[in-house]
DNA sequence: TTCATCTGTAATTTTTAATATTACAGTACA
DNA sequence: TGTACTGTAATATTAAAAATTACAGATGAA
């Protein structure tokens, strides 16, 4: 189990409903109610790929990185590291099995095709719209 | 992470690519490449849903419980206890900020999409359509 | 120019979930 | 009645997630 997607999520929304403010990773762990120092970590993540700006020293903290309008609930999840929608087996299947020998492949395959579908469910949402659920 | 759906998927697979015979969960063990035990549980949970079939006792075991061509991605995908796609977190939001305290409801709904998204996916193929894949 | 307050990140511990293992009762067949 | 299975509980082991500790570096303000 892992709660990255909500915990990014989360963060994001707070981001996006204080404009224009620094929030800090301590402020933004009360909220979510975790350790600031995995919202940090989170945060760190995110930042690659352009979703949140920092600011060191005091005074510093986090703010959007872009236009929630810009920000698709599908760039969260592909920045994110979400284990696979149907999960992750870790055993090696019995290669002198004729089903055994293959399957891999084709668990993969099919957990691609749920892979493209749920990022073109995402991509139909972006954070303006979450956070617009919010009143 | 959890391997249950590929391990369902793997266990049916084997049931279907031979018809008429009944599998032991030790041979079915040795095609995963898991424990006896686990492939016992998983069936005993598969039972319940009518996916399969199991006779007791000497020269017992497994066989499909319908037709492959009946037992849709999606009845698997609702048997097993796949975790959410989204993952799922396990911290509590803090009631006292406005974030806070509606954003598990708003996860929630977001993540009842993503399954009725990966659902309807699932509910294209068919346990026969994936054995297909095996020449 | 130094103090206070923040981020960034590494290292470690704790907790929790998944999987493996052991054990054995019950069933069915030969 | 012995053998080969399933069914399931109990426990141990392993691995992943989350929390914690620690501290270097950045920045702004007194």
Redesign the interface.
Known sequence: ???????A??IL??LN?QPGELLSSEYIA?????NPVLVRKEISNLRKYGLIDSKEGKAGGYSLGMAAKKIL?SDV?KAVK??P??????????PA????K??SE??D??AE??NS??IN??KT?TLAD?GD??N
Chains 1, 2 share one sequence.
Not at 1 to 7: L, P, R, V
Not at 85 to 90: S, T
């Open positions: 189990m892992n709660g990255q997607f909500q915990i999520v989360h929304t707070l409903a009360g909220s979510i109610n975790i609930m999840y979400v284990q929608a149907l999960g992750q087996a870790k055993n090696k299947p019995n099995c004729p089903v055994g293959q399957i084709h668990l395959e099919l095709e749920v579908t749920i469910k995402l949402i979450f659920k919010f």
